[in-house]
C-alpha cells in the first residue's frame, strides 16, 4: 500500500537541498577563502571536478548501500559526509580543502538514488514524472541558498565559520530524519552482502537494456551543457555581450529560475501529454538551439534578447532532470530503482567531470566562446533528434488521475 507522497517529497527535497548547498558553497566562499589560504579563487573548478569525479563513484556503488542500510539512513550518511568535509574545509589547509572536496561529493552521490528508492515506493504512476522534478527542484533550491545565504553569514564571521554554520546545518537535518526512518528504511535488506566487485554490475545492466541505455547515455551530454552553461554563462556575457557583471548576473539568475520552473512544468507535461522520451528530445533540441543562437549572436545584442535566450537555455539545459530521474524509476525493473538510479547518475556525473573542461578547452584553442557554445549546440541538437527518431511509436505516457 502506498503512503503518504507529501511527506517523504518534503524530505527528499529538504535533504537534497543540503546537500546541494554543501556542494556549491565553495564557489561563493572562493574569494574569501582565497585571501586566507594562498589558493586562487579559479581553483574552486578542480574542487567542483573532485566533487562530481567523487559523485561518480559513490553513486555507482549506492544501489547495494541503499538496499542493505535503507534510503533514509543512505541520505543520513550522505548528510554527515557533507559535514564533514564543509568541517574539513573549514580548516584552511590546502589538502584538507581537496579532502573536503572528495567528502561531499561522496555524500552526493547516494542521495538522489536514496530519494528515488522512497518516491517510486509512495508515488502514483501518473504524478511520478512531476514528483521527481519537484524533488530535483532541491539542487537549484540549494543554489539560491548558497548565493543568499553564505555571502550573509561571510559577512558576520568569515567564510570558515560560514562552512561550520552549513556542517551544523546538516547534522541537523541527518537528526531530524531519524524519527522517520521507521517508516521508510523497512525493506532494507540488513543481511545483503557488500561487494565492491559488483560495483559496476549496474552499469552493465543499464547497457544491456535498450532504452534505459539511451536516456543514460544522453544524460551524460546533457549534465555536460548543464554545468557547462551555468560554469560559462556570466564569462560568455560580460566578454562577447559586454555586459556589465550586475546584469551578467541578473540574467544567470533568470535561467536558474528558467531552470525550476522548467523542472516542474516539464515534469507535469511528461505525467500528461508527453512520452518522457520524446520530451527529453525536445529539451535536448531546445538546448542546442539555444547554444547555437549564443554563438551567432553578434556583440550588442539587445539584453532582453539575451536574457530570453537564457531563459530557453536555463529551462531545458538545467529543467530535464526531472523528467529523466521518473523514466529511469519507470524504467526498473521491481527493487532495482536505487542501484540503475546510480548506474545512470554515473555517467550524468561524468558528463558533469567531462563537459566544462572541455568547453574550456575549446576556449582556449580557438579564443572564442561562440565557437565552444556552437560546438556543444550542434551535439546536444544532434542527441535531442536522436532521442525523437528513435522513440518507440505508441510510447509511454502516463494517463491523468
Not at 528504511?185 to 560495483?199: E, G
Not at 567531470?353 to 541538437?381: E, I, N
Request: hydrophobic content about 55%; overall charge positive.
Amino acid at each position: 500500500m502506498r503512503q503518504s507522497s507529501a511527506l517523504p517529497l518534503v524530505i527528499t527535497i529538504a535533504v537534497q537541498a543540503l546537500v546541494s548547498l554543501a556542494s556549491l558553497a565553495a564557489p561563493v566562499m572562493a574569494p574569501e577563502a582565497a585571501r586566507t589560504t594562498g589558493l586562487a579563487a579559479g581553483s574552486v573548478g578542480i574542487f567542483v571536478g573532485v566533487v562530481y569525479g567523487a559523485a561518480c563513484l559513490s553513486s555507482l556503488c549506492s544501489g547495494d548501500l541503499v538496499n542493505r542500510y535503507g534510503p533514509i539512513r543512505m541520505s543520513q550518511v550522505s548528510l554527515l559526509l557533507c559535514a564533514a568535509g564543509l568541517a574539513a574545509a573549514a580548516t584552511g589547509a590546502p589538502a584538507m580543502i581537496l579532502v573536503a572536496a572528495a567528502l561531499i561529493g561522496l555524500g552526493y552521490g547516494p542521495v538522489t538514488p536514496a530519494s528515488s528508492h522512497i518516491l517510486v515506493r509512495t508515488t502514483p504512476p501518473h504524478r511520478m514524472a512531476i514528483t521527481f522534478s519537484l524533488k530535483q527542484t532541491g539542487v537549484p533550491l540549494g543554489g539560491m541558498l548558497a548565493g543568499l545565504m553564505v555571502p550573509a553569514l561571510i559577512h558576520a564571521g568569515g567564510w570558515q565559520r560560514a562552512a561550520l554554520v552549513l556542517a551544523a546545518l546538516c547534522l541537523g537535518m541527518a537528526a531530524v530524519s531519524q524519527a522517520i526512518r521507521p517508516l521508510f528504511d523497512d525493506t532494507r535488506d540488513a543481511a545483503r552482502a557488500l561487494d565492491p566487485r559488483r560495483a559496476l554490475r549496474p552499469l552493465g545492466q543499464l547497457l544491456r537494456m535498450p532504452a534505459m541505455r539511451d536516456i543514460g547515455l544522453c544524460s551524460f551530454f546533457f549534465g555536460a551543457m548543464q554545468l557547462c552553461l551555468t560554469t560559462f554563462l556570466v564569462l560568455y556575457l560580460t566578454r562577447v555581450q559586454q555586459l556589465g557583471l550586475a546584469a551578467a548576473g541578473s540574467i544567470l539568475a533568470m535561467a536558474q529560475v528558467a531552470g525550476v520552473a522548467g523542472r516542474l512544468l516539464w515534469g507535469w507535461m511528461a505525467d500528461r501529454f508527453v512520452a518522457p522520451r520524446l520530451l527529453l528530445g525536445c529539451l535536448g533540441l531546445a538546448m542546442g538551439g539555444a547554444g547555437i543562437t549564443f554563438a551567432l549572436a553578434a556583440p550588442g545584442w539587445p539584453p532582453a534578447a539575451i536574457a530570453g535566450v537564457a531563459m530557453v537555455f536555463g529551462a531545458s539545459a538545467i529543467g530535464w532532470n526531472g523528467v529523466f530521474l521518473a523514466e529511469v524509476a519507470r524504467l526498473a525493473p521491481a527493487g532495482q530503482v536505487g542501484t540503475l538510479t546510480g548506474a545512470s547518475l554515473f555517467l550524468t556525473y561524468s558528463g558533469v567531470v567531462v563537459g566544462p573542461p572541455a568547453f574550456g578547452a575549446v576556449v582556449r584553442h580557438t579564443g572564442s566562446y561562440g565557437t565552444a557554445f556552437l560546438a556543444t549546440g550542434l551535439v546536444l541538437a544532434a542527441i535531442g533528434a536522436f532521442l525523437i527518431a528513435t522513440r518507440p511509436r505508441g510510447g509511454h505516457r502516463a494517463q491523468p488521475a
